[in-house]
Nanobody, 120 residues
Framework: QVQLAESGGGLVQAGGSLRLSCVAS????????MGWYRQAPGKQRELVAA?????????SDSVKGRFTISRDNAKNKNTVLLQMNSLKPADTGVYYC????????????WGQGTQVTVSS
């Protein structure tokens, strides 16, 4: 089992920055790709950014050039960060951390979510 704990959300004005952190615990050796998703009120959850175990990132078109995802695979620790710059009101939502199992393609883990609110 893997547990994910997110932090770093909050209220920020448009143009500001926030950094989200997701720390994995438990069977971290089993984690493969990790990523951040967000869900705005009344909308479906969508991928924001993802990163492979080899640290290869990918981004949604809406955040390219503004967000940076990174991860630390140090022994017994798996942390993924999301640096968010030039924030827009459209970035508002609950941000969730996700980790895929490296052993079972049908198994993934989710954090509890952290709220990000960008005011205009």
């Amino acid at each position: 089992q893997v547990q994910l704990a997110e932090s770093g959300g909050g209220l920020v004005q448009a143009g500001g920055s926030l950094r989200l952190s997701c720390v994995a615990s438990g069977s971290v050796f089993s984690i493969g790709d990790m990523g951040w998703y967000r869900q705005a009120p009344g909308k479906q959850r969508e991928l924001v950014a993802a990163i492979t175990s080899g640290a290869s990132p990918k981004y949604s078109d809406s955040v390219k050039g503004r967000f940076t995802i990174s991860r630390d695979n140090a022994k017994n620790k798996n942390t993924v960060l999301l640096q968010m710059n030039s924030l827009k009101p459209a970035d508002t939502g609950v941000y969730y951390c996700k980790a895929d199992s490296d052993y079972d393609p049908l198994l993934d883990y989710w954090g509890q979510g952290t709220q990000v609110t960008v005011s205009s």
